[in-house]
């Protein structure tokens, strides 16, 4: 089974793996997923250890948060996720999780 390799990340952060599936008419999964990392950068000091990547049916991103922030982005990103299914269906699925 091949792994990947672990990428550093700064101190004092929480790094987190997010990744969005599926299809919509109204978006598609890598768009949607450079957006909410997009609007997080906005509001917290982002490490991003692998940039959005993928396809419009599939994407993943690794990121990190200062620690205090890592249930607030993970708020954020259920509030986002709600958003985007309300607007674009749903057929799209949002996971985030430790990348520890």
Known sequence: MDKKEQNSYPKGHFPVHIS??????HGDALSLLEKFVEQ??????????EKPSGEATK????????????????????????DMEETCGKDLYFYMESAL
């Open 40 to 49: 997080a950068g906005e509001k917290y000091p982002l490490a991003i250890l």
């Open 59 to 82: 994407a993943e991103a690794t990121i990190s948060v200062p620690f205090p922030d890592r249930e607030n982005i993970r708020i954020d990103f259920n509030i986002f996720a709600s």
């Open 20 to 25: 969005v599936t599926g299809k919509s008419m």
